[in-house]
Structures are given as structure tokens and as C-alpha cells.
């Protein structure tokens, strides 16, 4: 009889990589074997000790050490979020904003995954309640727009990679504390928005489903009763401007699914 063909066993990359989507950026070796339906430990542990610069082992436990790089991208990700286009009294999708979420977006996927979602959470804290001054440490009472739009596309590049979904698993479990938590409809312009774009992720099937239903709440008298163009949101929506503009997919793609983001 002929062997077995051997199994693929995974590579530095590709373990680092699931550590990533791992909340501390850990786990043990059964979850790694698991993940990877290795027979025993052996070749893991092997691996993981060959490489003591990219991992460390304390009992049963794997950690993915930090990159220095990934350390000076997520600072820079921490800086686009204060610059001074970003801390107005009230938030305008300008040219500004656009790049500004382009850019943060781009430093996110060069960062540790679950530092991006600790990041946006604590944002979330910060942020305003109602309109007003924007202080030092304190962010406009309409971030959450901004936040959903660079989570956005975030996922978006991420998937148009195609090799893994970390940041995607990262931020699932983040959407709710960094965007919907402590959104108000009626209080700040763009619930119709904040209402459309997780419309749109439902029918991607961005996140889990349990993270979007538990959003799906604060917008429920929008969504309730939403059509396949989603909830209607004025020329903006109906001309693809204001918000509408930073989330616009690239020229080509599908129309499935993003009705409720795409011109009415």
C-alpha cells in the first residue's frame, strides 16, 4: 500500500498569523494543533523554538512577541485619529476625512489586530455624547462615522487579499463597543449611515452574526423594516456623496449585496 500523503504542516507565517486573530495574541498548543489538525506537538513545538524571535512559550501557552514595525504602525494609526481634521466640533467627509480614513485604514493592516480594535474601543470612551467642544483626549460626538468607515475598509482590503480574515475576526468583536454602544438615534446626525453600512456587512457576512445583531438594536427602528436599498438617507445616499463617497467600493465591483451603500 502506498503512504499517506503527508499532511501540510504550516509554516512560521501562517502560525504567527492565527496568533493574530487570538485575543492577546496567544493560545495554547492544543488550540494550535487543533487549528491546524496537527497529529501531535512535536513539529509545533519544534517551530515555535526555532524561531524564539517571532514567538515565546510560557508553560502551554504560545504568545506572538511584538514586531517593532507593527509597535511604530499601530502609533501612527493612534496619530491619524487626533489630527486636527478629526477633532473638529462636528465631523464634514471632506477630502480630509476621506484620506485620513484611507490612511488609518492602511496603517490598521500593518498593525497587531487586536491593538487596532483595543484602539477604536477606547476611542468609542472618548467620544462625545452630543455635539460640542472637542478637548484634548476627546473626540467628536460623530466619530463613530469615521470609525465604521475605516473598520470598513479595513475588512474590505483585507478580504480583496485573500489570505486571512484577522483583523476581520478582531474587529467583529469590537463593532459593537467602538461604533453602536453609545450611539444615540436622533442625538448626532447619521444614524441612517451607521444604519446602511451594517446592512451592508450582514449581507457581506462581515463579522459573526451575533456581533451584528447585537448593533442591529441601537438602529432598530431603521433597520426593522429596511428594503434591499436599505434605509433612505437623503442626497447624500441618493447621489453617493458625504459618507457614502469614503465607502464606495472600486470601479467594477458587484453590485450584490452593497445596495444599501450604493446611489438610490
Known sequence: FDDAPARPQPSVEEIADYLRGRSREMATFKHINQAFSLPGREYLRRIVELNPQRFSVTGDRVSLLEDPQKK??????????????????????????????????????????HGVARILEHVAKSTLRKVGKVTPGRYPANFPLVTAC??????????????????????????????????????????????NILLTWER?????????????????????????????????????????????????????????????
Open 150 to 195: 475605516i473598520v470598513d475598509r479595513i475588512v474590505m482590503l483585507e478580504r480583496q487579499r485573500g489570505k486571512t480574515r484577522s483583523w476581520e475576526r478582531a474587529l467583529g468583536q469590537a463593532i459593537y463597543g467602538a461604533i453602536y454602544q453609545r450611539w444615540t438615534l436622533g442625538m448626532v446626525p447619521g444614524s441612517q449611515f451607521l444604519a
Open 204 to 264: 457581506l457576512s462581515y463579522f459573526k452574526p451575533k456581533y451584528i445583531h447585537m448593533c442591529k438594536k441601537k438602529v432598530l427602528l431603521l433597520v426593522a423594516y429596511a428594503g434591499v436599498e436599505g434605509v433612505p438617507d437623503g442626497s447624500d445616499k441618493e447621489k453617493g456623496e458625504g459618507w457614502y463617497a469614503i465607502v464606495r467600493r472600486p470601479a467594477g465591483t458587484a453590485p450584490e449585496n452593497l445596495e444599501a451603500i450604493l446611489p438610490s
Open 72 to 113: 511604530a504602525s499601530l502609533n501612527a494609526f493612534c496619530k491619524q485619529l487626533v489630527r486636527s481634521h478629526m477633532t473638529r466640533r462636528r465631523l464634514i467627509p471632506d477630502t480630509k476625512v476621506i484620506a485620513g480614513v484611507y490612511e488609518a485604514a492602511n496603517l490598521a493592516l500593518q498593525s497587531s489586530p
